[in-house]
Structures are given as structure tokens and as C-alpha cells.
């Protein structure tokens, strides 16, 4: 009798607590069990090989939009200290996620590498992930994105030398001199003005701070003078490269770095240098009178 009042118990108990099961069950909303998880990590790409490495750390306060595959905008984030993400969604859609640069930043390559959860899955220009769909319940923690700061590229400069071609061959032989404030402009290949610049008492020139690029030079003849023939002898240092009308050189390309010492101009003297009438003719008259005074006095 008393052990069919025990069981009597334990049936009731079991009944209880099924019901308070259900009970909790029911009390939950619907979509409790329909969302996933999409996110993983954004790292500093130390090596710039697109692959998560032991020593690289994460980049934290990277900012990450969610976006449907129609390119709705749902919302955003921003990685932790570690570098992570993530996003709760609605589960059985699809989804791709953007990472937005920190300024000094660029990508890493993409999909490098055999491991899907240790490459980088950001475009190297938009900075998103391809679609992917995300189950109920499904924790996708596969989008990661690499990225390195970027490196500034070293300065380029040209430069060189003005100088008097004394014997107007184009080469600049020992003995010939530099000449001072000759105007130098310097244009990029389209036709842009740059900077300009003179000469320095010795004839030298340059173009300092540039970017890579394709550049051309103008020099400016000073009145008085006519420029040397160009591109003689056939030894570029010492030759002279502006054109013997408009004074321009040929372009030539700048890579990040360069020092291009080598666009020089020869200058010649257009005509012999005529005293003024004072200097000459005020002798030439006294030298002439005496000589008439002279026979005079012999006749």
C-alpha cells in the first residue's frame, strides 16, 4: 500500500515538472531557435601573405557592416581587443560582410592558402565577403579579413646642370662654367606644371620631393643665348637634352626612390659681345685726329 502511494508521488512529480518543461518552452518567442551566427576576425597582417600567423595580432576598433545578399544594410560592429566579431541573424538567409579600413591600412591578399579559416576573405577593393547562407542555428565563423599598413613610398628627384658650351658642340667639356639663374620648369608628361626653379651659382638645379611618375623639363634661355645641340656624343651625363627650339626635354619616368641626375642643357652665346659706342669710338675718333694733325705738320 505504501509503495503505491510512493509511486502515486513520483508519477505526479514527473508530470510536474514535464509540464513546466512545456510551460518554459511555450513561454519563448517563436524565433528563439531561428537565428545563426555569422563573424570571426580582422588581424594585422604582418607578412602581407594573406595567412593568420602565430604573431599577429588583432586589430581592434575595425568597423564591420552586415549586409543582406540584395545589399540591404542590416547593421554594424566593431571588432574586440582580440580583433573579433559577430553578428546575430535570422537563420535559413544569406549574408555577406564588409570591413572598412583603418586609414594607413590596405587588404591583405585574398583566399590564400589551403585553410579557409585562417585566409582572408575581404575584396582587396571593396573590403566585402562573398554571400554565404546561414542556417538555423548554424555558427559561421569563417570571415576573417587581413590587413597591413601601408608603407610610404620614398620621394623621387631630378636634377642636374646648366652650362656655357663654349665651343656649342652639346658636351660639357672640362674648363666650361655653370651659369647661374637660368630658369627650369618642370611639367608631367600631360602638360601640367609641377614646380619651377633657377639655377644656383653654379649652374645646378633639382626637383626634390616627387612622386613616381612621368615627368619633362623646360629650360628657359636667357636672352643673349641659343641652345646647344642636343644629345651628342652619346654619353648621357654629359650631354644636352633640351630641344634647340622649345628648350623641353624628352619624358622620362620617376620610380619611388630615384635620383635622376642626368638632364643637363648647353647654353651658347648667340653673338660676340659689341662694346658700346663710348668705349670704341671716343679712341678711334682721337686716334684718327692726331693722325690728320700729323700730316698736316709734314706738309
Not at 658650351?165 to 609641377?194: F, K
Not at 628657359?220 to 646647344?228: D, H, L, M, R
Not at 619616368?253 to 669710338?281: C, H, K, W
Request: some cysteine; aromatic content about 12%; charged content about 25%.
Amino acid at each position: 500500500m505504501l509503495r503505491s502511494k510512493n509511486d502515486h508521488i513520483w508519477k505526479t512529480i514527473k508530470i510536474a515538472v514535464i509540464a513546466s518543461i512545456v510551460l518554459i518552452l511555450l513561454s519563448l518567442p517563436a524565433s528563439a531557435c531561428d537565428h545563426g551566427y555569422i563573424g570571426d576576425r580582422v588581424w594585422n597582417d604582418l607578412d602581407k601573405d594573406g595567412k593568420q600567423d602565430r604573431n599577429e595580432p588583432g586589430l581592434s576598433g575595425v568597423k564591420v557592416n552586415l549586409y543582406k545578399c540584395d545589399g540591404t544594410y542590416l547593421k554594424n560592429t566593431t571588432t574586440d581587443s582580440a580583433g573579433k566579431y559577430i553578428f546575430k541573424v535570422d537563420g535559413r538567409k544569406n549574408y555577406y560582410v564588409e570591413f572598412e579600413l583603418p586609414e594607413g591600412f590596405v587588404f591583405s591578399p585574398r583566399d590564400r592558402g589551403s585553410k579557409d579559416y585562417k585566409d582572408s576573405d575581404a575584396d582587396e577593393v571593396s573590403g566585402r565577403t562573398i554571400c554565404t547562407y546561414i542556417s538555423k542555428g548554424e555558427y559561421d565563423c569563417r570571415w576573417d579579413a587581413g590587413m597591413y599598413e601601408e608603407e610610404e613610398p620614398e620621394p623621387a628627384a631630378v636634377g642636374n646642370f646648366v652650362w656655357l658650351d663654349g665651343n656649342n658642340n652639346g658636351i660639357q667639356e672640362n674648363g666650361e662654367s655653370g651659369i647661374p639663374g637660368v630658369i627650369v620648369e618642370l611639367y608631367t608628361c600631360s602638360g601640367q606644371l609641377v614646380a619651377n626653379t633657377t639655377t644656383d651659382g653654379t649652374g645646378f638645379y633639382e626637383f626634390t620631393g616627387l612622386d613616381a611618375g612621368d615627368y619633362k623639363i623646360v629650360f628657359i634661355k636667357p636672352t643673349g643665348y641659343v641652345f646647344a645641340p642636343v644629345l651628342q656624343g652619346g654619353d648621357p651625363s654629359v650631354d644636352s637634352d633640351a630641344d634647340t627650339t622649345t628648350g623641353e626635354t624628352v619624358c622620362f619616368t620617376l620610380n619611388a626612390g630615384d635620383y635622376y641626375d642626368m638632364v643637363d642643357t648647353g647654353l651658347f652665346r648667340s653673338e660676340q659681345e659689341i662694346p658700346e659706342f663710348p668705349t670704341v669710338a671716343i679712341p678711334m675718333i682721337a686716334i684718327l685726329g692726331m693722325a690728320f694733325v700729323f700730316r698736316r705738320r709734314k706738309e
